[in-house]
Nanobody
Framework: QLQLVESGGGLVQPGGSLRLSCAVSGFTYATYAIGWFRQAPGKEREGVSCISASDGSTYYADSVKGRFTISRDKSKKMVYLQMNSLKPEDTAVYYC???????????????????RGQGTQVTVSS
């Protein structure tokens, strides 16, 4: 069973940075893509970024492009989301999820990402 565990959330001031981590276990590497989603109270879930485990292709939502960077560490089966220049509107629960099988990550619409972690809270406030 594929399992994902996020860490790294917290409270940060506007303009600050956080790095979220997603530890993946229970599945053969390179058979899934990893995506980061976020959901704020009263808002729909938003696909923020994804990365293919096999070819490293990446995607970013327009709302985070240029500020967030997704990366992977194959040896550790980890995926990271570096978030810079954070804004109050980035406040949300962030969770990582896996899409099986892997795909060229040019977008997240239409993919179910059924394997999900428990989420980590990110709060951007002064």
């Amino acid at each position: 069973q594929l399992q994902l565990v996020e860490s790294g959330g917290g409270l940060v001031q506007p303009g600050g940075s956080l790095r979220l981590s997603c530890a993946v276990s229970g599945f053969t590497y390179a058979t899934y893509a990893i995506g980061w989603f976020r959901q704020a109270p009263g808002k729909e879930r938003e696909g923020v970024s994804c990365i293919s485990a096999s070819d490293g292709s990446t995607y970013y939502a327009d709302s985070v492009k240029g500020r967030f960077t997704i990366s992977r560490d194959k040896s550790k089966k980890m995926v990271y989301l570096q978030m810079n220049s954070l804004k109050p509107e980035d406040t949300a629960v962030y969770y990582c999820a896996a899409e099986v099988p892997d795909y060229y990550c040019s977008g997240m619409e239409g993919y179910e990402y059924v394997y999900r972690g428990q989420g980590t809270q990110v709060t951007v406030s002064s």
